[in-house]
């Protein structure tokens, strides 16, 4: 289970002197909750933290403020760092920044040898995991499109075997600058965009195995479990199941 309780996280800027001269909300006051198994949406405008948020499960920020356990680890211990990326995944938003490898097999390997995984147990886990994407080990990366990109950064975390994965799933339509409370309702174009991202994490969610997503929502948006969204100065504005946050008349729920 993840367990987040009133988590802020501030960006700072310095001067050569060291002196404040910006300060960045990106994340205030968020409360979250995901076991093993769930597949979650969270949708926002560009700066409402959604990647912040993904590297702090990921223990590569820490929080300003606020709890963060992660498989009942407390991730603001120096000595949970390593338990906890060997329990989260990540995968970035921009595929480059982790890929290493200039073929895909050795670049899959590349994480879960590096957690000490036995060589027979390694041919393994990284033959399924680009089985599950759809890759072939001798391509090199360099031939790759951007979404082919995207898959070699998936299975080199799925061959981790990492309980949660974070993005990938998250979304980064440019979803307008509007009040939550409008964006879904009283918007069009905010719900097209919010469904067009959950459609785009579904596939995401395929091509790391994920088939088993039955439960779609009675507008067809998506087969996510829960849909969170986030407001412009990274609060939550709207957690829930994905078809209520799509109303067709009234105020969002």
Known sequence: LIKIRDLTFEYFDRDDEGN????????????????????????????????????????????????VLIGGLDAMQEENIIPIRKMVGMVFQNPDDQLIGSVVEEDVAFGAENISVPHKELVKRVEDALAQVGLAASMRIEELSGGGK?????????????????????????????????????????????????????????????????HYTSDGGTSAGRLDLRDASGKACYEGQPGSAFLATGEAA
């Not at 990106?26 to 949406?41: L, Q, S, T």
């Not at 975390?157 to 879904?184: N, Q, S, T």
Request: contains cysteine.
């Open 20 to 67: 404040l001269t910006e300060m960045v909300n990106a994340i205030r006051g968020i409360n979250f909750d995901a076991g093993e198994g769930e597949f979650i949406v969270v949708a926002g405008v560009n700066g409402s933290g959604k990647s912040t948020f993904a590297k702090i499960l990921n223990r590569l920020l820490l929080p300003i403020e606020g709890t």
């Open 150 to 214: 995207q898959k070699v950064a998936i299975a080199g975390v799925l061959a981790m075997k990492p309980r949660y994965i974070p993005p990938g799933f998250w979304i980064e339509h440019d979803i307008p600058r509007l009040h939550c409370k409008h964006a879904c309702n009283r918007n069009q174009y905010a719900r097209s965009k919010i469904q067009a991202g959950c459609a785009a994490a579904d596939e995401r969610a395929a091509e790391a195995g994920n088939h088993d997503y039955s």
